[in-house]
């Protein structure tokens, strides 16, 4: 791997009134990346784990739109551990890093921004092969 970049809050610019609240993601202070697929994780079983793998390329602005989760980052020497539980707050995932995502709220919206395309080959998801692949 070449230069690693560290995962980063962002804030989205939300406009709240009577009627609810709108939340924004646009420009590159907050995309670093053009955006090439969202997708969205809803009704999470309480206590499921999701994550567990790695992506080699792949960039993820990821946010909850609704409820709250865990999003824990591991570069496989440190963890970066994120609680999102606010539709103004997102996190920046650099390629790169094992994530882990868990203690899903039972409203909760995992909400994912991404620079590529669905490809199974950019995953890692055994955790050895992860750590191999960091040291290469
Ligand atoms: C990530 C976390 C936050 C597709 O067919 N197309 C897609 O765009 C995606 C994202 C997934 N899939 C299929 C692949 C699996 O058969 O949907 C199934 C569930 O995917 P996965 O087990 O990877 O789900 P999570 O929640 O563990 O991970 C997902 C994303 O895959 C991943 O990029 O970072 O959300």
């Known amino acids: ?4 970049f560290l995962p980063s809050l962002v804030h989205l610019p939300c406009i709240s ?4 609240t709108l939340g924004v993601i646009e420009g590159p202070s907050i995309l670093p990346f053009d955006v090439k697929r969202a997708y969205f ?3 999470i079983p309480a206590g499921s784990v999701r994550g567990s ?5 792949l960039q993820q602005l990821i946010f909850a739109p609704s409820g709250s989760f865990d999003l824990i980052l591991d570069d496989g020497v440190k963890l970066f551990e994120f609680r999102l539980e606010s539709q103004s707050v997102a996190v920046v995932v650099p390629p790169g890093y094992w994530r882990t995502l ?3 709220s039972s409203d909760a919206v995992c909400m994912v921004l991404a620079s590529a395309m669905y490809d ?3 995953y890692i998801r055994d955790y050895q092969e992860f750590l191999n692949w960091k040291i290469e």
């Open 17 to 20: 009134d009577p009627l609810g």
């Open 41 to 43: 994780i809803q009704g």
């Open 1 to 4: 791997m070449g230069m690693q």
């Open 102 to 104: 868990q203690n899903f």
């Open 53 to 57: 793998h790695a992506h080699k390329e």
């Open 120 to 122: 199974e080959s950019d």
